[in-house]
Protein backbone atom coordinates (compact mmCIF):
# COMPACT_ATOMS: atom_id res chain seq x y z
CA UNK A 1 0.00 0.00 0.00
CA UNK A 2 1.14 3.12 -0.81
CA UNK A 3 1.81 5.28 2.57
CA UNK A 4 0.84 8.60 1.43
CA UNK A 5 -2.62 6.45 0.78
CA UNK A 6 -2.96 4.89 3.89
CA UNK A 7 -2.25 8.12 5.29
CA UNK A 8 -5.01 9.98 3.17
CA UNK A 9 -7.39 7.23 3.98
CA UNK A 10 -7.70 7.05 7.74
CA UNK A 11 -7.64 10.95 8.06
CA UNK A 12 -10.99 10.82 5.25
CA UNK A 13 -12.05 7.98 8.38
CA UNK A 14 -11.31 9.38 11.57
CA UNK A 15 -12.65 13.00 10.29
CA UNK A 16 -15.49 11.25 9.17
CA UNK A 17 -16.09 9.11 12.73
CA UNK A 18 -15.66 12.65 14.82
CA UNK A 19 -18.06 14.58 12.40
CA UNK A 20 -15.20 16.79 11.77
CA UNK A 21 -14.71 19.37 9.40
CA UNK A 22 -10.83 20.43 8.05
CA UNK A 23 -9.60 23.80 7.47
CA UNK A 24 -6.10 24.87 6.09
CA UNK A 25 -4.68 28.27 5.16
CA UNK A 26 -2.94 28.84 2.16
CA UNK A 27 0.65 28.53 3.72
CA UNK A 28 0.08 25.23 5.15
CA UNK A 29 2.01 21.72 3.58
CA UNK A 30 1.21 20.71 0.20
CA UNK A 31 0.04 17.58 1.52
CA UNK A 32 -2.57 19.28 4.42
CA UNK A 33 -3.95 21.81 1.27
CA UNK A 34 -4.93 18.60 -0.43
CA UNK A 35 -5.94 16.61 2.22
CA UNK A 36 -8.38 19.46 3.42
CA UNK A 37 -12.50 19.91 2.86
CA UNK A 38 -11.27 23.28 2.38
CA UNK A 39 -8.62 25.49 1.82
CA UNK A 40 -7.83 29.87 1.69
CA UNK A 41 -7.13 32.79 3.18
CA UNK A 42 -7.83 33.95 7.15
CA UNK A 43 -11.28 35.44 6.49
CA UNK A 44 -12.90 32.54 3.91
CA UNK A 45 -11.83 30.32 6.41
CA UNK A 46 -13.31 32.11 9.41
CA UNK A 47 -16.63 32.34 7.13
CA UNK A 48 -16.45 28.73 6.71
CA UNK A 49 -16.30 27.48 10.36
CA UNK A 50 -19.16 29.98 11.08
CA UNK A 51 -21.63 28.47 9.01
CA UNK A 52 -20.18 24.63 9.04
CA UNK A 53 -22.32 22.53 10.61
CA UNK A 54 -19.97 20.10 12.00
CA UNK A 55 -19.25 19.54 15.34
CA UNK A 56 -15.65 19.38 15.14
CA UNK A 57 -13.46 21.95 13.57
CA UNK A 58 -9.70 21.27 12.34
CA UNK A 59 -7.74 24.11 12.19
CA UNK A 60 -4.91 23.09 9.86
CA UNK A 61 -3.24 26.98 10.35
CA UNK A 62 -2.01 28.84 13.67
CA UNK A 63 -3.26 29.54 16.91
CA UNK A 64 -5.25 32.60 16.34
CA UNK A 65 -6.64 31.36 13.46
CA UNK A 66 -8.24 28.21 15.46
CA UNK A 67 -9.54 30.72 18.58
CA UNK A 68 -11.38 32.46 15.79
CA UNK A 69 -13.25 29.65 15.44
CA UNK A 70 -13.96 29.12 18.74
CA UNK A 71 -15.09 32.52 19.05
CA UNK A 72 -17.65 32.55 16.30
CA UNK A 73 -18.66 28.47 17.47
CA UNK A 74 -17.81 28.07 21.35
CA UNK A 75 -20.20 25.00 20.98
CA UNK A 76 -17.71 23.63 18.59
CA UNK A 77 -14.64 21.45 19.83
CA UNK A 78 -11.90 23.01 17.10
CA UNK A 79 -8.66 21.22 17.06
CA UNK A 80 -5.63 22.29 16.24
CA UNK A 81 -2.75 19.72 15.37
CA UNK A 82 0.44 21.39 16.95
CA UNK A 83 -1.19 23.83 20.00
CA UNK A 84 2.50 25.22 19.52
CA UNK A 85 1.84 27.00 15.84
CA UNK A 86 1.51 30.41 17.04
CA UNK A 87 2.45 33.74 15.12
CA UNK A 88 5.21 36.69 15.72
CA UNK A 89 2.75 39.23 14.29
CA UNK A 90 -0.34 37.98 16.80
CA UNK A 91 2.54 37.98 19.38
CA UNK A 92 3.43 41.86 18.72
CA UNK A 93 0.66 43.46 20.95
CA UNK A 94 -1.05 42.20 24.08
CA UNK A 95 -4.34 43.26 25.51
CA UNK A 96 -2.91 45.25 28.18
CA UNK A 97 -0.54 47.22 25.28
CA UNK A 98 -4.11 48.19 23.79
CA UNK A 99 -5.19 48.80 27.01
CA UNK A 100 -3.21 51.72 27.63
CA UNK A 101 -3.41 52.98 23.71
CA UNK A 102 -6.48 53.32 23.89
CA UNK A 103 -6.32 55.21 27.20
CA UNK A 104 -3.85 57.92 25.22
CA UNK A 105 -7.04 58.13 22.08
CA UNK A 106 -10.24 57.84 24.06
CA UNK A 107 -12.99 57.40 21.62
CA UNK A 108 -11.08 56.15 18.58
CA UNK A 109 -12.13 53.01 16.68
CA UNK A 110 -10.18 50.46 17.40
CA UNK A 111 -9.68 47.81 13.96
CA UNK A 112 -7.49 45.17 14.86
CA UNK A 113 -6.17 42.43 12.03
CA UNK A 114 -7.43 39.03 12.71
CA UNK A 115 -3.83 38.17 13.68
CA UNK A 116 -4.28 38.60 17.47
CA UNK A 117 -5.07 36.75 20.06
CA UNK A 118 -8.32 36.49 21.89
CA UNK A 119 -7.57 38.99 24.52
CA UNK A 120 -7.12 41.59 21.52
CA UNK A 121 -9.89 41.44 20.06
CA UNK A 122 -11.89 41.32 23.19
CA UNK A 123 -10.50 45.24 23.41
CA UNK A 124 -11.32 45.28 19.52
CA UNK A 125 -14.30 47.35 17.74
CA UNK A 126 -13.70 45.88 14.68
CA UNK A 127 -11.74 42.60 13.43
CA UNK A 128 -10.63 42.62 9.52
CA UNK A 129 -8.23 40.36 7.59
CA UNK A 130 -5.82 41.32 4.97
CA UNK A 131 -8.52 40.86 1.88
CA UNK A 132 -11.13 43.87 3.73
CA UNK A 133 -9.03 46.00 6.05
CA UNK A 134 -9.81 48.83 3.35
CA UNK A 135 -13.68 47.99 3.56
CA UNK A 136 -13.59 47.81 7.48
CA UNK A 137 -11.94 50.80 7.93
CA UNK A 138 -14.49 52.89 4.81
CA UNK A 139 -17.15 51.75 7.27
CA UNK A 140 -16.02 54.06 10.00
CA UNK A 141 -17.24 58.13 9.58
CA UNK A 142 -14.18 59.63 8.35
CA UNK A 143 -14.51 62.23 11.22
CA UNK A 144 -13.73 58.86 13.95
CA UNK A 145 -9.82 58.53 14.75
CA UNK A 146 -8.81 54.37 13.96
CA UNK A 147 -6.54 52.80 16.16
CA UNK A 148 -5.14 49.72 13.89
CA UNK A 149 -3.05 47.45 14.86
CA UNK A 150 -0.98 45.35 14.70
CA UNK A 151 0.38 45.20 11.77
CA UNK A 152 2.33 48.00 10.27
CA UNK A 153 2.70 47.10 7.05
CA UNK A 154 -0.87 46.30 6.41
CA UNK A 155 -1.70 49.45 8.19
CA UNK A 156 0.46 51.46 5.52
CA UNK A 157 -1.71 50.19 2.81
CA UNK A 158 -4.60 50.96 4.45
CA UNK A 159 -3.83 54.31 5.00
CA UNK A 160 -2.56 54.67 1.70
CA UNK A 161 -5.88 53.36 0.38
CA UNK A 162 -8.05 55.54 2.41
CA UNK A 163 -6.47 58.74 2.65
CA UNK A 164 -7.45 58.92 6.31
CA UNK A 165 -5.44 61.31 7.89
CA UNK A 166 -6.74 59.92 11.73
CA UNK A 167 -5.59 56.30 11.06
CA UNK A 168 -2.94 55.63 13.69
CA UNK A 169 -0.59 52.39 13.10
CA UNK A 170 0.90 50.19 15.64
CA UNK A 171 4.41 49.18 14.78
CA UNK A 172 4.05 45.28 14.63
CA UNK A 173 5.03 42.53 11.90
CA UNK A 174 5.29 39.50 11.13
CA UNK A 175 8.88 37.92 10.45
CA UNK A 176 8.07 36.32 7.72
CA UNK A 177 6.46 39.28 5.56
CA UNK A 178 9.14 42.15 6.60
CA UNK A 179 12.10 39.73 5.61
CA UNK A 180 10.69 40.09 1.77
CA UNK A 181 12.24 43.04 1.26
CA UNK A 182 12.32 45.87 -1.20
CA UNK A 183 16.02 45.38 -2.99
CA UNK A 184 15.32 41.79 -3.02
CA UNK A 185 11.98 42.54 -5.23
CA UNK A 186 13.64 45.27 -7.51
CA UNK A 187 16.39 42.96 -8.28
CA UNK A 188 13.86 40.00 -9.10
CA UNK A 189 11.26 42.51 -10.99
CA UNK A 190 13.98 43.63 -13.25
CA UNK A 191 15.07 39.79 -14.28
CA UNK A 192 11.42 39.22 -14.90
CA UNK A 193 10.22 42.29 -17.01
CA UNK A 194 6.79 40.46 -18.23
CA UNK A 195 6.04 38.66 -14.67
CA UNK A 196 2.96 40.14 -12.85
CA UNK A 197 3.91 40.85 -8.86
CA UNK A 198 1.42 39.79 -6.12
CA UNK A 199 1.95 41.32 -3.40
CA UNK A 200 0.84 40.55 0.20
CA UNK A 201 0.04 43.54 2.14
CA UNK A 202 1.90 42.39 5.34
CA UNK A 203 5.36 42.47 3.11
CA UNK A 204 8.12 44.98 4.06
CA UNK A 205 8.09 45.21 0.03
CA UNK A 206 4.74 46.27 -0.66
CA UNK A 207 5.80 49.65 -0.63
CA UNK A 208 8.58 49.81 -2.64
CA UNK A 209 6.49 47.88 -5.39
CA UNK A 210 4.49 51.12 -5.44
CA UNK A 211 7.60 53.08 -5.53
CA UNK A 212 8.91 50.87 -8.92
CA UNK A 213 5.09 51.55 -10.36
CA UNK A 214 5.67 55.05 -9.48
CA UNK A 215 9.16 55.55 -11.55
CA UNK A 216 7.90 53.35 -13.87
CA UNK A 217 10.00 50.56 -13.29
CA UNK A 218 7.23 48.17 -13.71
CA UNK A 219 4.00 49.05 -15.28
CA UNK A 220 1.73 49.82 -12.53
CA UNK A 221 -0.79 47.46 -13.48
CA UNK A 222 1.23 44.34 -12.87
CA UNK A 223 1.42 45.35 -9.72
CA UNK A 224 -1.01 43.96 -7.59
CA UNK A 225 -0.92 44.32 -3.27
CA UNK A 226 -3.52 40.73 -2.39
CA UNK A 227 -4.12 38.78 0.15
CA UNK A 228 -3.14 35.21 -0.42
CA UNK A 229 -7.01 34.25 -1.07
CA UNK A 230 -7.33 37.25 -3.74
CA UNK A 231 -4.10 36.11 -5.01
CA UNK A 232 -5.81 32.67 -6.56
CA UNK A 233 -8.92 34.84 -7.91
CA UNK A 234 -5.99 37.03 -9.53
CA UNK A 235 -4.28 33.82 -10.52
CA UNK A 236 -7.66 32.46 -13.01
CA UNK A 237 -7.93 36.03 -14.38
CA UNK A 238 -4.46 37.10 -15.10
CA UNK A 239 -3.54 37.44 -18.66
CA UNK A 240 0.52 37.40 -17.22
CA UNK A 241 2.26 33.79 -18.00
CA UNK A 242 5.01 34.55 -14.96
CA UNK A 243 3.96 35.49 -11.41
CA UNK A 244 6.49 36.80 -8.77
CA UNK A 245 4.77 36.14 -5.36
CA UNK A 246 5.86 37.97 -2.45
CA UNK A 247 4.30 36.25 0.24
CA UNK A 248 4.91 33.04 2.43
CA UNK A 249 6.22 30.12 0.14
CA UNK A 250 3.30 27.62 1.24
CA UNK A 251 0.77 29.93 -1.67
CA UNK A 252 3.19 28.70 -4.57
CA UNK A 253 1.06 25.12 -4.29
CA UNK A 254 -2.58 26.62 -4.61
CA UNK A 255 -1.73 29.29 -6.94
CA UNK A 256 0.22 26.34 -9.02
CA UNK A 257 -3.15 24.46 -8.85
CA UNK A 258 -5.34 27.53 -9.71
CA UNK A 259 -3.45 28.48 -12.77
CA UNK A 260 -1.02 25.64 -13.78
CA UNK A 261 0.05 27.34 -16.83
CA UNK A 262 1.30 30.24 -15.60
CA UNK A 263 5.36 29.96 -14.05
CA UNK A 264 4.58 30.94 -9.85
CA UNK A 265 8.05 32.36 -8.46
CA UNK A 266 8.85 33.47 -4.91
CA UNK A 267 10.30 36.85 -4.21
CA UNK A 268 12.21 35.30 -1.15
CA UNK A 269 11.88 31.58 -1.66
CA UNK A 270 12.89 31.61 2.43
CA UNK A 271 10.01 33.13 3.67
CA UNK A 272 8.68 30.16 5.48
CA UNK A 273 6.59 30.30 8.23
CA UNK A 274 8.08 27.98 10.71
CA UNK A 275 4.12 27.98 12.71
CA UNK A 276 2.81 27.13 9.78
CA UNK A 277 4.86 24.31 9.32
CA UNK A 278 4.66 22.72 12.30
CA UNK A 279 1.02 21.01 11.37
CA UNK A 280 2.21 17.79 9.61
CA UNK A 281 1.04 15.08 8.37
CA UNK A 282 1.83 13.33 11.35
CA UNK A 283 0.51 15.96 14.02
CA UNK A 284 -2.94 15.79 11.71
CA UNK A 285 -2.99 12.20 11.87
CA UNK A 286 -1.95 12.21 15.81
CA UNK A 287 -4.47 15.05 16.37
CA UNK A 288 -7.31 13.38 14.58
CA UNK A 289 -6.68 9.78 16.44
CA UNK A 290 -6.56 11.75 19.79
CA UNK A 291 -8.60 14.76 19.85
CA UNK A 292 -5.68 17.11 20.40
CA UNK A 293 -4.73 20.21 20.52
CA UNK A 294 -7.93 21.14 22.10
CA UNK A 295 -8.57 25.08 21.86
CA UNK A 296 -9.92 26.93 24.37
CA UNK A 297 -10.74 30.26 24.85
CA UNK A 298 -12.22 31.75 28.36
CA UNK A 299 -16.09 32.09 27.61
CA UNK A 300 -16.09 35.67 29.12
CA UNK A 301 -13.11 37.21 26.95
CA UNK A 302 -14.76 35.22 23.89
CA UNK A 303 -18.07 37.02 24.51
CA UNK A 304 -16.52 40.67 24.26
CA UNK A 305 -14.74 39.66 21.26
CA UNK A 306 -17.56 38.13 19.43
CA UNK A 307 -19.03 41.34 18.06
CA UNK A 308 -15.79 42.20 16.34
CA UNK A 309 -14.99 38.81 14.99
CA UNK A 310 -18.98 39.25 13.58
CA UNK A 311 -18.35 42.49 11.95
CA UNK A 312 -15.44 41.11 10.41
CA UNK A 313 -17.54 38.09 8.61
CA UNK A 314 -20.28 40.60 7.35
CA UNK A 315 -17.42 43.42 5.80
CA UNK A 316 -16.65 42.85 2.51
CA UNK A 317 -18.91 39.62 1.40
P1 LIG B 1 -4.46 36.00 4.59
O1 LIG B 1 -4.56 34.56 4.27
O2 LIG B 1 -5.73 36.49 5.19
O3 LIG B 1 -4.05 36.83 3.41
O4 LIG B 1 -3.38 36.18 5.76
C1 LIG B 1 -2.05 35.98 5.66
C2 LIG B 1 -1.39 35.59 6.92
O5 LIG B 1 -0.28 35.96 7.21
C3 LIG B 1 -1.99 34.66 7.81
O6 LIG B 1 -1.04 34.26 8.69
FE1 LIG C 1 1.98 34.90 11.57
FE2 LIG C 1 3.58 35.66 9.65
FE3 LIG C 1 3.32 33.09 10.13
FE4 LIG C 1 1.27 34.47 9.04
S1 LIG C 1 3.26 34.07 8.12
S2 LIG C 1 1.17 33.00 10.71
S3 LIG C 1 1.53 36.45 10.03
S4 LIG C 1 4.18 34.60 11.54
Not at 21 to 50: C, F, K, M, W
Amino acid sequence: VDPDASWAEEIRALAKERDAVLLAHNYQLPEIQDIADHTGDSLALSRIAAESDASTIVFCGVHFMAETAKILGPEKTVLIPDVRAGCSLADSITGADLRAWKAEHPGAVVVSYVNTTAEVKAETDICCTSSNAVDVVRSIPADQDVLFAPDQFLGAHVKRETGRENLYIWAGECHVHAGINGPELAERAAANPDADLFIHPECGCATSALYLAGEGTVPADKVKILSTGDMVTQARSTKARSVLVATEIGMLHQLRRAAPEIEFKAVNDRASCRYMKMITPAALLRSLREGRDEVHVDPEIAARARGAVRRMIEIGK
